[in-house]
């Protein structure tokens, strides 16, 4: 199930349609054989400001400085069958609105392509890591 909260103003249609969107869009993603293990999950999608997204990054990351999103995944990796806290939830995605209308590109366009990277952290992929699993997984889900 998606949870999506708005810390930022939006006009209520806009948010309308883009929840409707990433309803379809977490469909598509528990349909799929990434996510067969993790039906009936919660993922919380937060939409924040550029302000609130740098504050996590620093704090979290280490990085002081604005960034696209960011995943916060309840799933313990080095026990892959464990939760670090909630049972129910995969984790929480942070979404930087300001850029959406912005319309900055850092690698990622779109709220379909933000919401897909992130929800794939969330399940343990980690593209400073990997050989290029997490992109293709990535493709699989934003060329359609």
């Known amino acids: 199930m998606l949870k999506i909260h708005w810390e930022i103003d939006e006009v ?4 309308r349609e883009i929840e409707e969107q990433l309803v379809s869009i977490e469909r598509e993603l528990f349909s799929s054989p ?23 990054n620093k704090n979290y990351r280490g990085k002081d400085s604005e960034t696209d999103v960011l995943s916060f995944s309840e799933l313990d990796f080095e026990n892959l ?14 979404i930087n609105y300001d850029w959406i209308k912005e319309g900055k590109d850092h690698g990622l366009i779109g709220i379909r392509e933000l919401f897909v990277h992130g929800a794939l952290h969330l399940i343990g992929f980690d593209h400073e890591k990997d050989n290029g699993e997490m992109k293709q997984a990535e493709k699989t889900f934003c060329s359609r």
């Open 12 to 15: 209520s249609l806009k948010k």
């Open 34 to 56: 990434f996510f067969v293990d993790h039906k009936g999950k919660t993922i919380n999608l937060i939409f924040c400001d550029s302000q609130k997204i740098q504050e996590l």
């Open 81 to 94: 069958d464990e939760f670090l806290e909630e049972k129910k939830s995969l984790g929480e995605i942070f």
